[in-house]
């Protein structure tokens, strides 16, 4: 039982490139979201889908766009690298979005760094 | 909006020492509270939580109870052990379950 999945967990870009992150999750959970995590910053949420087929924005979320693929895939890409998008990148999983009382299921993460 | 304190860090502690990391919270409603755990290379962690006010949470001997009338949920410890080195989020519950985190507190547990 895999949990929650990402891929890749590292990568190193240049400025202007491209480049998607995958997130997989074999819990049957109907919410998804993306967060990155700063120094001194805490974690941040950059986009949500509560359900298949929705996408909603988060705190930070421009320079990035996501798909939700299915109910179990929910991708990050950015289209034009920036240093300033150089982070570590969480995925993180909930069963039910109307619920507030539950905890969230976290992937590994994804070290990017932008050059 | 919704926002989450955290004592500034980073602690250093010998082991079997007292632990204490505050956090205090801004939030409209009644919103449920959190403490996550990050261990070295991996993703966070429920540590434990409270969804009403006076609520205390526990799990591996860690501590929180939340406090309405001071908006905090401090996280607490009697005796801390090597291996409970990582770094502690406090977070609060909103709309969507969105969770809103405070900056994190790096704990090293010295032998």
């Known amino acids: 039982n895999a949990g929650v999945t990402q891929t890749p967990k590292f990568q190193v870009l240049k400025t202007g490139q491209s480049m998607t992150l995958q997130c997989a999750q074999d819990?049957?959970?109907?919410?998804m979201y993306w967060y990155r995590q700063d120094p001194g910053m805490g974690l941040r949420l950059i986009y949500y889908?509560?359900?298949?087929?929705?996408?909603d924005k988060g705190e930070v979320p421009n320079g990035y766009n996501v798909s939700r693929l299915n109910k179990r895939e929910f991708s990050l890409r950015l289209e034009s690298a920036a240093p300033s998008q150089t982070s570590v990148y969480f995925c993180?999983?909930?069963?039910?979005?109307?619920?507030?009382?539950?905890?969230?299921?976290f992937g590994e993460g994804s070290r990017l760094t932008v050059l | 909006g919704n926002s989450v304190t955290q004592m500034e860090g980073p602690v250093t502690l010998s082991e079997e020492a007292f632990l204490t990391i505050n956090c205090t919270y801004t939030a409209t409603g009644y919103p449920s509270l959190f403490w996550y755990v990050q261990y070295p290379g991996e993703g966070l962690q429920l540590l434990l939580k409270?969804?009403?006010?006076?609520d205390k949470g526990s799990n591996k001997g860690f501590e929180a109870t939340y406090r309405k009338e001071t908006t905090s949920f401090h996280l607490e410890k009697g005796s801390v052990q090597v291996s409970d080195s990582a770094v502690y989020f406090c977070a609060l519950s909103g709309a969507n379950s969105k969770l809103t985190f405070g900056k994190g507190i790096t704990l090293s547990v010295r032998p």
């Open positions: 889908s509560a359900s298949e087929g929705t996408t």
């Open positions: 993180a999983t909930y069963p039910l979005a109307k619920a507030n009382t539950g905890e969230l299921f």
């Open positions: 409270a969804t009403k006010a006076d």
């Open positions: 819990m049957n959970h109907n919410s």
